[in-house]
Each structure stands twice: as structure tokens, then as C-alpha cells.
């Protein structure tokens, strides 16, 4: 799923339990028997998406990867204590942000998502987009109501330059809300597994996204009408 598709139209996620790797069984007891294949396959279906996880609490490319490879150790000796409660996706997520926090905040790079609550009073849309509470005829309306996008032709909405657009507009986004959106919108991960992985309330995952995704419309809705 590309970044502005799921802005325009964001599908139904899938379960926790729906997200099993059909092949999960027979890769947890593969490693658990020390199967060195096994664990090959785990980190070249893993390993990108762990390292980009981790660049998002640490400094550098160098510290993430190390953050990686503790991951990765962890997994090994954790894996007979694996009880399957979430996906084995989920569960070595988990640990690597567990891990990445711990040396995010020792580096004094993130704010622990435990602050999250504090971020209820953010508006979603900008204020400009809005008239003033004291226009004399439509206080507080749309100063420039968003437009549709069901005359776009599709292959524009899709096309690479406003892909483009979306990924810059997820860069610029806060720190929390660019992570929950790529996972969410990028990486294809349901609502449970963000949850799961990043330890928030289904609540403040919801906030987040729903923020996230707003900026990123606004974004587009800029780029559809300067072009």
C-alpha cells in the first residue's frame, strides 16, 4: 500500500491474529531447535524494516544497526519463552523498540511515548485553513474547503511524483506521528500490532494517525491545486 493511497482512502486492517506468516510455526521451531537457516530467513524478511524502526529513536545509521543486532541476540535467547500471544512479527518489534528506546532516551533523542496524552491538544487541520471566529458571515468555516479528489484521474493520484509528495509530507511530520503513520500507511502493520509493538493505547494510536494522515491530505490537497 503506497503512503497517499492510504490517506485517500485507508482500508480496514487486519487482526493481530490475521497477520500470522502462515509458515510462523515452522519457523518458531526451526529456531528454537537452532536452525541456522531459520534465523537467516527471519533477518532477510526482517532486517530493512527493523533498521528503519530503529533510525526513527536513535542518532545515527551506526547506533540503529548496533540496536539491531542486540535485537537480534535477544530473539535468539528469548525465543523458548515466545508464548505466540501476538505474531512473532509483533513480538520482535517489540524488543527492538524496546530496545531503540532504552538508547533513544540514554542519547536524549525521543521522548518516551508515555507523554503521548500530552499531545491531545494539537489541531489536526491548520488553522489558516479556517476563517476567522469574527468573519461576518461564515465564522470559523472553511476559509478553502479541501478538494475533492474524485475527478482526479487515478493514475495521478498514484503516480511517482505524488508519492513523492506524500513521503516528504511523512518526513516533516512530528517524530511520533511520522512513526505511527509509516508504520500504519508505509509498512502495512494493523492497528493491534502498532499498538503491540510500540506499547500506546489504541486511543493515542488512533490520535496520532488520524493527525498524521491530515497533514499529509493537506499536503496533497497543496500539490493538486498549484499544479
Known amino acids: 500500500?503506497?503512503?497517499?493511497?492510504?490517506?485517500?482512502?485507508?482500508?480496514?486492517?487486519?487482526?493481530?491474529?490475521?497477520?500470522?506468516?502462515?509458515?510462523e510455526s515452522?519457523?518458531?521451531?526451526?529456531?528454537?531447535?537452532?536452525?541456522?537457516?531459520?534465523?537467516?530467513?527471519?533477518?532477510?524478511?526482517?532486517?530493512?524494516?527493523?533498521?528503519?524502526?530503529?533510525?526513527?529513536?536513535?542518532?545515527?545509521?551506526?547506533?540503529?544497526?548496533?540496536?539491531?543486532?542486540?535485537?537480534?541476540?535477544?530473539?535468539?535467547?528469548?525465543?523458548?519463552?515466545?508464548e505466540r500471544r501476538a505474531s512473532l512479527k509483533t513480538w520482535l518489534f517489540r524488543i527492538l523498540v524496546n530496545q531503540a528506546k532504552s538508547r533513544g532516551i540514554r542519547e536524549s533523542r525521543m521522548v518516551p511515548f508515555s507523554a503521548l496524552e500530552g499531545d491531545a491538544g494539537e489541531p489536526s487541520v491548520e488553522a489558516e485553513r479556517f476563517l476567522d471566529s469574527n468573519h461576518d458571515r461564515w465564522p470559523g468555516h472553511w476559509a478553502s474547503a479541501p478538494a475533492s479528489w474524485s475527478q482526479i484521474p487515478e493514475d495521478r493520484l498514484i503516480s511517482r511524483e505524488t508519492i513523492g509528495c506524500a513521503l516528504e509530507a511523512i518526513e516533516r511530520l512530528p517524530a511520533r506521528q511520522r512513526l505511527v503513520v509509516t508504520m500504519r500507511d508505509v509498512e502495512g502493520w494493523?492497528?493491534?500490532?502498532?499498538?503491540?509493538?510500540?506499547?500506546?493505547?489504541?486511543?493515542?494510536?488512533?490520535?496520532l494517525l488520524h493527525r498524521a494522515r491530515s497533514k499529509i491530505r493537506g499536503e496533497l490537497d497543496r500539490y493538486f491545486s498549484a499544479a
Request: proline share 3%.
Open 26 to 82: 515452522r519457523l518458531v521451531e526451526a529456531l528454537r531447535r537452532g536452525d541456522e537457516s531459520a534465523f537467516a530467513e527471519l533477518i532477510d524478511r526482517y532486517q530493512a524494516q527493523l533498521l528503519s524502526l530503529a533510525q526513527r529513536y536513535v542518532r545515527s545509521r551506526a547506533v540503529a544497526q548496533e540496536v539491531v543486532q542486540e535485537t537480534w541476540l535477544s530473539v535468539l535467547k528469548g525465543i523458548d519463552r515466545f
Open 190 to 207: 494493523s492497528a493491534d500490532e502498532v499498538c503491540t509493538a510500540l506499547d500506546i493505547s489504541d486511543a493515542n494510536q488512533r490520535i
Open 1 to 23: 500500500m503506497t503512503a497517499s493511497a492510504a490517506v485517500v482512502a485507508p482500508s480496514a486492517a487486519p487482526t493481530v491474529a490475521q497477520s500470522f506468516e502462515p509458515d
